[in-house]
């Protein structure tokens, strides 16, 4: 059953409008504010948004930004009874299906919600996990049916074929390679190169050597001109991991390659033009980097030109035996075993947070397969760090929540739970804001 969710300031009208669609037979929900919309998108998916325009404090232009960003392929029909060119045109822009001028007729709603339900389905329903869509896309490395790896997919699969610079964020181990190497195998640049850096691992000297190249005597081992990884890239993607470990100077340097798409190698005056698109990945807060003058305003702008989060396994548990029996699979076949998992050991991991992510259960699955008695992988087979920590110690997670939950509180008071203007205070958007409430059990009273 299709689900519909009715934003709208008018009871009459949202409650009409409802009763008009749950008689077609669909699952009908109701928001009477802006506020109250991104709380049950946060809560639960829908599949077709209808959000009146004009309303406060956030206006229908608000929720179509935060249903696509928690869920990029629910569909926004944008309605108003005060509609215009301009603003049919500037949610069009920002992304809505249609736009419907109030009053409008029943068969008039009904035909455009059919239509935004066909898109929803073809973007997600049809085949998005079956094998033949997998196969197609290369995304085999990428394990999961969760509501965050939908959208995850929906919107790789979207940005792929373009050109623009994606930025990937989320904790280590969550596979933000995996993603990239994804994007690079579904891009016209697939049959080039994919060069891999890991900012973190090599010196800022090293590093502007390495990327750019240097000429004859640039420095003291120089014997010989070397081209540089962005020459060798001609042509493919370049992907830079933990791109916040990098200093301010090499960021300039760095945003000069991505606007002028020239490189200038070390002890050379000469520029030189390379084709390459870059993809970054981060496990760091860029926002809280900036303000701390160790990123660039600048560049994070020019890299975040489309964002895709990495989510961790404690958020997608759903996800937890698909991958458990990837590994598995891929063990069995290394090693020419037939190891199987129980349910007791699925239930052993499932209570454990997996603070490593995907990469630590693949390490846990591993080695259980290789110290197990048996072909069956049980229960004691599997070794997880589940001991409570000594009264009085936090894990660093617990940490991070404490301090987001005390700052949330604090903004919340001085804005007087005005959810927009604690957003603007603490430099995320509304939906991250709503997000991280619901997370720590926060109301905005």
């Known amino acids: 059953m299709a689900r519909i969710l009715i934003v709208d300031d008018q009871r009459n009208m949202r409650t009409t409008t409802a009763l008009v669609l749950r008689q077609e037979g669909y699952e009908v929900a109701e928001a009477e504010s802006g506020d109250a919309a991104l709380s049950k998108l946060l809560a639960e998916p829908f599949d077709v948004v209808l959000t009146d325009l004009k309303m406060a404090p956030l206006d229908g232009l608000a929720v179509l930004r935060g249903a696509l960003e928690i869920s990029p392929s629910t569909q926004v029909i944008v309605m108003t009874g005060y509609g215009t060119v301009e603003s049919a045109v500037e949610a069009m822009q920002l992304g809505a299906h249609d736009y ?9 709603l009904l035909v455009r919600v059919q239509r935004a339900l066909e898109k929803r389905r ?87 050597s390495e990327l750019f190249g240097h000429v ?78 160790r990123f660039r305003e600048d560049l994070y702008y020019r890299l975040n030109v489309v964002p895709l989060h990495a989510p961790p396994l404690r958020e997608r548990k759903e996800d937890l035996p698909l991958l458990a029996q990837h590994f598995l699979d891929r063990f069995n076949q290394r090693n020419g075993t037939r190891r199987t998992l129980t349910q007791g050991a699925l239930q052993k991991m499932a209570t454990y947070d997996f603070p490593g992510n995907v990469r630590e259960l693949e390490n846990i699955v591993e080695q259980a ?13 599997v070794f997880v760090a589940l001991d409570t920590p000594p009264s009085g110690v936090h894990t660093l997670a617990q940490e991070v929540d404490n301090a987001e939950k005390v700052a949330i509180e604090a903004s919340l008071a001085r804005n007087e739970g005005q959810l927009e203007r604690v957003a603007r205070e603490l430099a995320v958007s509304p939906t991250t804001l709503w997000r991280k409430m619901k997370r720590l059990g926060l109301r905005k009273d």
């Open 122 to 208: 073809l973007l997600v329903d049809v085949g998005l996990f079956s094998d033949e869509f997998r196969q197609r896309y290369k995304l085999d490395a990428l394990v999961g049916r969760s509501a965050p790896m939908r959208e995850l997919l929906t919107r790789l699969v979207r940005v792929a074929p373009t050109d623009v610079t994606v930025l990937i964020t989320g904790e280590s181990g969550t596979g933000k390679e995996l993603i990239a190497r994804a994007i690079h195998a579904n891009s016209k640049r697939a049959a080039r190169p994919f060069v891999p850096v890991n900012c973190a691992a090599i010196s800022e000297t090293l590093l502007e």
């Open 369 to 381: 397969a290789a110290l197990t008695h048996s072909e069956e992988i049980e229960g004691d087979d």
């Open 216 to 293: 004859k005597g640039a420095f003291t081992g120089a014997v010989k001109l070397r081209q540089g990884l962005f020459e060798e890239a001609g042509g493919g993607t370049f992907f830079f991991d933990e791109i916040a470990e990098t200093t301010p100077a090499f960021q300039a340097k760095l945003l000069r390659v991505i606007q002028e798409h020239e490189i200038r190698r070390v002890g050379d005056n000469a520029s030189i033009h390379v084709d390459v698109r870059v993809i970054a990945a981060t496990n760091q807060d860029l926002k809280t980097a900036i303000a701390e003058k």
């Open 100 to 108: 419907l001028s109030k009053p409008f007729k029943e068969s008039e």
